[in-house]
């Protein structure tokens, strides 16, 4: 389209409509621009270029209908510009004043509309100032496919709000709110908190997903007021999802630790890093270096994490390095692909992994791609059902446990004979019975034929990345690329510093903790009693450590069992680059100040360094980025043996329990996004449901070999019979205190819905 030539070429076009994901419309005019040999004015946003064919895109003709776009759109709109949250960010502003007419010739009474009425509990619309441009309502309903907004009246009574006047659920509504041009659209959070000139922008990331969305951080008087999508050309349109741009005030959430705690009591932080760093004098002078163990998480930059293993390793002398993991899962780092693979995918296959609840950006990416190419084979190997209204996926439903079984027996199926293939089955399938012969095969089919085959995975069964090195080995040199869907959302960046980052590393730490081997274990953002698979393990290890030391921004499960806990800087108050699904490097800029005595991790080390004096100078100007790969972590070889997967085990006669990742409550607190939480996150078929005598929603206890928890669930008809499933990363209740598998069931209470 011209308005897409002009952009390339540095012309300036006024839009208020177009925007190049959503396609063309001309419903504002206010792209007008004179092509030589047509008769009237063209709209630059839906006329396409053609060879030879010469564009004005300013002249006296062209001001001229600009101007009267503008005169008509001043005709209602309010002058609330002194007090309106776009002001100075307002492409109405920045248009009247390029284009538009010096004064307005209407002096009748404007049309009174609603001022700040809620589409949800994060958006507010004034239909006074809108512009009826649609770019929101196209947004929801053609490219989400959630079609929560829609344009209601006639004239100049039409108004932009919600279908039936509910408000809009979707976890991408936020992105309306970058998408207006003016300031029809505002963010609850953010109203009437700051002006243009009193704010620091910075580039940043969001860090909690493993997505890694490019944002905009708007800091104010020392805290983060707004978060907004930042888009990268060629890479990223910049959408976010709610919990992305609303998530963010986990940084000011009253249980985020700003004071350092020394057994048990509040205590300075100079005298608590002190104490650390004489224990782990100690430690290391009276047992060694190996004595010590650290474990990396949470929501630490890469460049933290080199920090901490330079001083792990050349100061304390300790090999006994991990990464807090919350799946056992590991993919190689010489088949992860990159969003692109997506885009150029003629195939794209699922395992375990919903990416609307674990990595919604990539399911707008998905739903773009199969919008793009209707023949897309969209299919997904998991224990519930992944399609949706949004994203049709052909699933094959297992049992938990079989996903990498079904997977090796398609593969197997379609590509008999391979060599590698009879490695990774050599110690046979195990029990498939009643997986559906005919999904096995064209799933086979797709694994195989396809041209570029692009895998989502979840990490939550280990056996999977054997079958994911064999299916490269068979397609040889037709693409095929994994992202993988699982957190912390830094890990990568964390191995690129010189964490290992498999789960048999910190399983090897817990195990020789549990064993008296270690004099002090410490946690740099990792909160394993909510992470580990194995919290039984986890609890012997708290027992056992004669020093536990945790650095956190919130209090870790187990508290009790710590000797020091030190707080952190989190994300937007220190500079770090962070790795995301990808592979890919990132940076995100500081927007404010670390509160209380928050500090940055080279902070600590220092102060450890000093009290075991030992000489260590921190590398400040350690650079991540290789200059072969650019933002991406350098590729490695993909490894050539393939270890045999085990059997599958035989279906339980009752209830499994599966699990998977919620984004929206991932275990980091936020007030903002505390009425969009479900409170009954669990779900349940409405024939379990009957079974058990639920009609809506009810808090059940499960309950294995004496192990027992409290899970609040809702019938969901999209859920498979037979299947609880409960999600990972909830503080209160986490699926690990049972894992997953089969369990028994009882009703505890009945929750009736108003």
Known sequence: MIADAAAKLGIDVPVYCYHEALGPLGACRMCLVQVEKMPKLATACTTAVSEGMVVHTRGPAVDKGRKGVLEFLLINHPLDCPVCDKGG??????????YGPPAGR???????KVKDGPINEFILVDQERCVLCQRCVRFMGEYVGEPQLLLEGRGVETVVTTVDHEPATSQFSGNVIDLCPVGALLSVPYHHKARPWNIEREESVCTLCPVGCTTLATGRDGHIVRIEGRPVPDRSWGWLCDRGRFGFDFAVNPSRLIT?????REEAAART????GQWLRDAVSQHGGNSVAFVAGGLHSTEEAYQLNRFAREVVGTERLAVSRDVPGYLPRGLNGTFADIDDADAVVLIGTDPYE???????????????LPSLKLMGVAPRSLSRETLRVDTLVTHVGQEAAVLAAALSDAARGHAVLAELVSNGLGDLSGIDGEALAELGSTLVNSEHLTVL???LEADVEPVLVALQSVRGDKPTRVLPTWGPSNWRGFERAGFDARIESLTGILEDARDGKLQMLVLWGADLLREYPDQELVRQAYARVPVLVAESLFPPAGHESFKAILPQAGPGEVYGTYVNMEARLQVAMPSVQPPGQARPTKTYVTAWARAMEKPFVLQEDWDPYDDNSGDLVPEESVPREVRPIAPAS??????????GVLVIENGIPSDFLKPRVPQYPGRISPSDADRLGIRNQAVIKLSREGREMT?????????????????????????NALGTGAVNVTVIEEVHSA
Not at 89 to 98: A, G, N
């Open 89 to 98: 960010e307002c492409f109405l502003q920045d248009y009247t004043f390029q």
């Open 106 to 112: 209407f002096e009748e009474p404007k049309i009174q």
């Open 457 to 459: 995975w979840d990490g």
């Open 358 to 372: 674990s990595v919604p950006v990539v399911h707008l990416r998905l739903r773009d791609r199969a919008r793009a």
């Open 273 to 276: 890093t002190r104490q650390v």
């Open 650 to 659: 035989s279906a339980p006669d009752g209830y499994e329990l599966i699990t």
């Open 711 to 735: 899970a609040a669930v809702a019938v969901d008809p999209a859920m498979t019979p037979g299947r609880i499933y409960m999600p990972l990363g909830l503080a209160d209740a986490p699926v």
């Open 260 to 264: 350092s705690y020394l057994e048990g």
